[in-house]
């Protein structure tokens, strides 16, 4: 019958009280499945996981369900009970969350994003779960990880961070040949990734593209950003999934829009706040990895000597429905080019 999914807690998107299971039907379904193993299983209980699953904003309901099925069609002999916390950007809410779900001595703690997991790490304690995480961005240069073959501190995960900054400039010339003048929001307190940068502004030159650094490092960035915008006079924005651009997404996207710019943006999680043009690795094959790490962990293994996997898939998103789309003229190479189009 495959490995049994039983749903605590609330606010996940998607996962209604029509996707909950009852705590009957938790007990009921294992002595189903051992029975229908036969007797030898049956005289075998079943595993039984709990699994946290943490996020600093909210669990797209794709990405969630592309878990879900991962874990049931992946690790059959498991029964997965999943409680997931979401805490809509609040830092204090992300602390009692955190608290909550380390009292329920998960087998595993699933971060969903960088912030999460640097949260997560840096209140651990001896008895605390592994860690398996989702970071949009550099884990090593965050100094989350020690290393990507072999992370240390009892975590592992993926990351879906590959330089693409080059790749969305090279799109967003490609959609908009007229406008030259791009303003390209950068982390300017993460040096590690000096390569990104220097192959970013190869592209910019080959393209004769003026590339305008705009740094998001400061922590009043979205205050100022606005005006930085207006102040440039730019013709388009690109935006890689920089820690500051994750966290204030809406933000960013909504101050964007205000300026009447099109924009690609590093992730499809953007265009669900509104963004106009996305690239990055397909969200439902991290979870894939994700559950690979899952099924390492619950079988004895460390996390922290499991290597943390990187994106080997990578899609173009446009959304129709984006403000002011009617007036950008896209190009229709660009749309043809798009591996999905949202309408």
Known sequence: MGSHLTYEGSTASGCTSGNRWTRRRFFVLPVIWALSMGLDAAERPPIVARIGILTTGHIDVAVYRAFATQLRDSIPHVTFNLIYREANFSK????????????????????????????????RSHDSPPIVFLAHADPLASHLIQGYSEPGGNLTGVTTYRCV?????????????????????????????????????????????DLMKLDVSAPDFLSTLPATLSALHLDAVVAPASAPIWQNRKAVVGAVNDQRLPAIYEGTVFLEEG?????????????????????????????????????????????????????????????????????
């Open 165 to 209: 900054d080059g790749k969305m400039i090279e799109i967003m010339r490609d959609a908009f040949p007229g406008r030259k003048r791009i303003g390209y929001l950068v982390d300017g307190s993460i040096d590690d990734d000096k390569d990104c940068a220097r192959l970013s502004a190869e592209v910019a030159a080959r393209d004769r593209v």
């Open 275 to 343: 963004g106009l043009m996305s690239y990055g690795s397909v969200a439902t094959d991290a979870m894939r990895q994700i559950v690979s790490a899952v099924d390492a962990i619950l079988t004895g293994e460390a996390a922290g000597r499991i290597p943390v996997e990187q994106p080997s898939l990578f899609e173009l998103v446009i959304n129709l429905r984006a403000p002011h789309f009617s007036d950008f003229k896209i190009r229709a190479e660009t749309l043809r080019r798009a591996d999905r189009i949202l309408e």
């Open 92 to 123: 204090s809410q992300l602390a009692t969350q955190l608290v909550e779900l380390l009292a329920l001595h998960l087998d595993v703690l699933i971060c969903m994003d960088l912030f999460a997991a640097d949260f997560a790490k840096t209140r």
